[in-house]
């Protein structure tokens, strides 16, 4: 099983390209020398975020430690996902005081189906708590960035409107 490993990237994040309601999400990592990406769906970014959060808080981690530099920049281009994450994993390792991260390829997960033709990638990222809680930062206000909520049903507004079930089908603007 190949496993792509970054200990103490220069950058882990979550980001998108695209317009909201049709944007695509990814985890992007950096080393010196290399940038790799995976594909992730939005719910993912959200539970793996909050994870990473609540393993934070149940091991007190960063408590006594600086922040990591807040980081709002883009995603670096091209974005080219290497695979399509389908289950994912976050631990802590008290004694180094790291937490790991890895992203498993959807393609060729254990059980996928029976004629995978290649093994299953993973992508593992070891970090400071401090890099993992402003990970956890940045991609729950990115997820939180949105359509706007229709403010009678609550599902997300398209641009161009929406057909709003409380409103017995009209469409609202």
């Not at 808080?57 to 807040?70: I, L, M, S």
Request: aromatic share 4%; charged share 25%.
């Amino acid at each position: 099983m190949p496993v792509l490993e970054f200990v103490h990237p220069q950058r882990f994040v979550a980001g998108t390209v695209g317009e909201p309601g049709a944007r695509e999400f990814y985890l992007q990592v950096r080393e010196p020398r290399r940038v790799e990406g995976v594909a992730i769906e939005k719910q993912q970014v959200e539970l793996l975020a909050e994870r990473v959060a609540e393993l934070l808080d149940e091991v007190g981690a960063d408590r006594d430690v600086p922040a990591a530099p807040q980081d709002n920049d883009p995603l670096e281009l091209p974005v080219d996902p290497i695979f399509r994450v389908g289950s994912m994993s976050a631990a802590w390792n008290p004694t180094t005081q790291l937490l790991s991260i890895e992203c498993h390829d959807l393609e060729h997960e254990v059980g996928a189906s029976d004629e995978t033709d290649g093994e299953q990638t993973t992508l593992r990222v070891v970090m400071t708590p401090s890099v993992a809680r402003e990970f956890s930062r940045r991609s729950i206000a990115l997820v939180a960035q949105g359509r706007r909520p229709c403010p009678l049903c609550n599902e997300p507004l398209d641009p161009s409107g929406h057909v709003c079930p409380r409103a017995n089908g009209y469409r609202r603007r």
